[in-house]
């Protein structure tokens, strides 16, 4: 509790010389108070200063303002002007718009001091409200009335007010007046209008540090930061020295474009600085190594302060979820409201996300049971990364849940549920949902064009697809590089390959790595060589690294028994460095994530798992499964393939979870990548066997597997 503050008793008396006989009386251990009497009678503004700079709370408000009544200076302005100011510091505005009014003509300072209390409570309505009162009653703003001004100029009409009160500075002779002119800068780069800003700007004739830095911030706030960090150079050309302010804007600059070497640098002068714990500056950089994929040097600048700062917590969750640490993000969430810290939309968006890339279900499920006891439940942006968590982590129904209960469903929340039931090759969900948002009137984007031909590619509707695509340009949408990739994908799924290389050679754009991924990955179904070998060569001068190239020609050649062709793959690998990516596969079981490999025989219930899988072996051989073995890789015998191809790692993922769970469980299985022909067909032989359902997550889409069958009809 705060104390009171050490105001003279002696303060209480009326009479200026009483004051003179009790400071008379005085011996010499009283010198402190004979000070402040002598400058309460002498210089009462220089004693109630010293007051009112040491005031913390509203108590010791109260105390001042109790003593300036007594002694008769409740009407003097320089002393009120300074009660408002400090009112307004400790966060006791009513207090000070209370002495305003009580204030009989307020003058220019007076009203400087309530409308700068209110803009830095933002609270703007009411400061601006005290602005056009004060033009009324005929106070002229004079040039520190308007900076603040300018500042409270938000909201929806941000622009038409701050373009009023820019007419008002003009006529009011402020035009060649810096200070005034950086606030007018400021209030257009909130509105977005970076034209309007840069006109002031260059109008500008001496530009201080303050000025260059208004305008770089508002083009790194705007989404250009390339121009932010070309200003940034042209000011350094003028040989000024960057501000801790200006900092952290061009460092957002190089987080955006992701340029953690300048970034780096700049890091370098903010410790020369002595900088380095400044809050926005720290905030700054954790973004900046957090966007370049750094996260553990942004963990640990996070981790060096004990902030409750809402952005630097989603500047980590954040760069956690998009570099695919997807427990990190998730735990430090969890951590952050176990610190009763209010997250808002972008931290729960981003937790959600994190979620969403994990694909664990339970996990999903308790974000899900969150957002509904939360205040976030009916937020758009929040329902429709919970629409796209829900469809990653294998459940379309509660994807459609969370759609059926958004109130607001604009074109974003539409699309959200369109490329779920792609994802899930679920095509006939997806055209139909595609009718419905058409008749509430809402307009197809890209996006949901991508969504609808990915349904149509997964589930086998070449000519639906092709009428999509053809409509795109109905709706003003040229289209993108995506939508002719998906366009490619779906003829060479369906077999058209030489339709698909001929849409190719018409491509307004040039085909670039998805597009003749594509076309390998059909010609390698449909075993066709030369098509395939075409395709192959294009990807290995567009992306000479990606192993999956080599791996689709190697599968390729093995299908058609062109050994010749497999060896001289896997030496050209050898030569440029590449190895084959492993097979992974994961299995969530009591919220807790197992990963197996090939073989594998790490796990500690190894030797349970491995009869469970002789188990299920035997029991699909009796059911009359034989092993594909024209799927296999290498020019082996049939036994070793048939070995081979029975321990592929989703193979023993079921297994476990078997063994692991209760009669009747549905499995959850995340694989790395795209499930085998033989693997596909054993799994829904185990699913009606063993009266599982079986959800699998490929690198591709999503398969359910109940009673023999799989929702993608044999298509992927």
């Not at 530009?207 to 932010?228: D, F, K, L, M």
């Not at 020369?272 to 973004?287: Q, W």
């Not at 952005?311 to 956690?320: K, L, T």
Request: aromatic share 10%.
């Amino acid at each position: 509790m705060a104390g009171n503050l050490a105001v003279p008793k002696t303060l209480t008396r009326f009479s200026l010389s009483t004051k003179i006989l009790d400071l008379q009386s005085f011996t010499g251990h009283d010198l402190k108070n004979r000070s402040n009497i002598y400058n309460s009678i002498f210089n009462p503004e220089s004693f109630y200063t010293s007051l009112l700079d040491r005031s913390t709370c509203r108590r010791h408000l109260n105390q001042i303002h109790s003593q300036i009544i007594v002694t008769g200076f409740q009407y003097n302005g320089y002393i009120v002007t300074k009660f408002i100011h400090v009112s307004s510091n400790v966060g006791e505005i009513s207090y000070a718009r209370q002495l305003f009014d009580e204030f009989p003509e307020p003058y220019v300072f007076l009203w400087n001091a309530i409308i700068r209390g209110y803009s830095k409570q933002n609270m703007f309505d009411e400061a601006l409200m005290l602005y056009t009162r004060m033009q009324n009653v005929g106070v002229r703003p004079d040039c520190f009335t308007l900076p603040h001004v300018l500042k409270a100029c938000g909201g929806a009409a941000a622009f038409e007010v701050g373009q009023a009160v820019h007419g008002q500075i003009f006529r009011g002779g402020f035009e060649r007046d810096v200070f005034v002119q950086n606030g007018v800068v400021a209030v257009y780069a909130k509105c977005g209008r970076i034209d309007h800003a840069r006109n002031v700007f260059e109008g500008l004739g001496g530009r201080t540090i303050v000025s260059w830095t208004s305008i770089i911030s508002a083009y790194a706030q705007n989404g250009q930061p390339i121009e932010a960090l070309r200003i940034f150079k042209k000011m350094r050309n003028y040989g000024l020295q960057p501000d801790w302010i200006t900092l952290v804007s061009v460092i957002s600059a190089y987080a955006d474009i992701e340029d953690l070497g300048q970034g780096k640098s700049l890091h370098s002068c903010v410790i020369k600085m002595g900088l380095e714990f400044e809050l926005d500056l720290r905030i700054a950089l954790t973004t900046l190594y957090a966007k370049c994929g750094n996260v553990m040097i942004a963990k640990s600048l996070f981790d060096e302060m004990e902030i409750s700062n809402v952005i630097m917590w989603n500047a980590m969750i954040s760069g956690f979820a998009k570099n695919g640490c997807c427990n990190e993000a998730i735990t430090l969430f969890q951590r952050m409201l176990s610190k009763n810290l209010r997250p808002d939309t972008v931290t729960v968006c981003s937790a959600i996300l994190a979620c969403a890339q994990l694909g664990s279900l339970e996990e999903a499920r308790k974000m899900g049971e969150y957002i509904d006891n939360s205040e976030y439940r009916i937020d758009v942006f929040v329902n429709t990364a919970l629409i796209d968590m829900y469809a990653k982590c294998g459940s379309i129904d509660l994807a459609r849940k969370v759609f059926d209960q958004t109130k607001t469903k604009d074109i974003v929340v539409w699309s959200a549920m369109i490329v779920g039931y792609g994802l899930h090759g679920r095509a006939h969900e997806a055209i139909n949902l595609f009718y419905l948002m058409k008749q509430a009137g809402v307009r197809p984007n890209d996006v949901t064009f991508i969504g609808l031909l990915t349904a149509c590619n997964h589930a086998g509707l070449v000519e639906e697809g092709w009428r999509i695509f053809d409509s795109i340009r109905d709706y003003g949408i040229e289209p993108r590089y995506q939508h002719y990739a998906c366009v490619v994908d779906l003829l060479g799924r369906a077999g058209c390959l030489e339709r698909a290389y001929d849409f190719i050679t018409k491509m307004p754009i040039k085909p670039g790595v998805s597009i003749w991924g594509a076309l390998l990955s059909a010609s390698r179904i449909y075993r066709h060589v030369e098509l395939g070998e075409y395709s192959a060569q294009q990807l290995f001068s567009l992306d000479p690294c990606n192993t999956g190239h080599y791996v689709q020609l190697s599968n390729l050649y093995a299908s058609v028994f062109m050994w010749s062709g497999v060896a001289r793959v896997r030496v050209l690998m050898k030569e440029r460095g590449l190895t084959k990516d492993m097979g992974c596969s994961m299995i969530e079981i009591e919220g807790k994530l197992h990963v197996f490999r090939m073989g594998d025989i790490s796990h500690p219930r190894s030797n349970e798992i491995y009869k469970e899988h002789k188990r299920l072996d035997r029991r699909l051989k009796e059911a009359g499964f034989v092993a594909d073995t024209d799927s296999a890789l290498h020019d082996l015998s049939y036994e070793d393939k048939e070995e081979s191809l029975c321990n592929h790692s989703e193979r023993l993922a079921i297994a476990y979870g078997l063994i692991s769970t209760p009669y009747g469980t549905t499995l959850r299985i995340t694989k790395n990548l795209r499930a085998c022909v033989n693997c596909h067909a054993a799994i829904k032989l185990i699913s009606r066997l063993e009266n599982r359902e079986i959800v699998v997550r490929d690198s591709n889409r999503f398969h359910h597997y109940k009673g023999g069958e799989c929702s993608c009809g044999d298509y992927w």
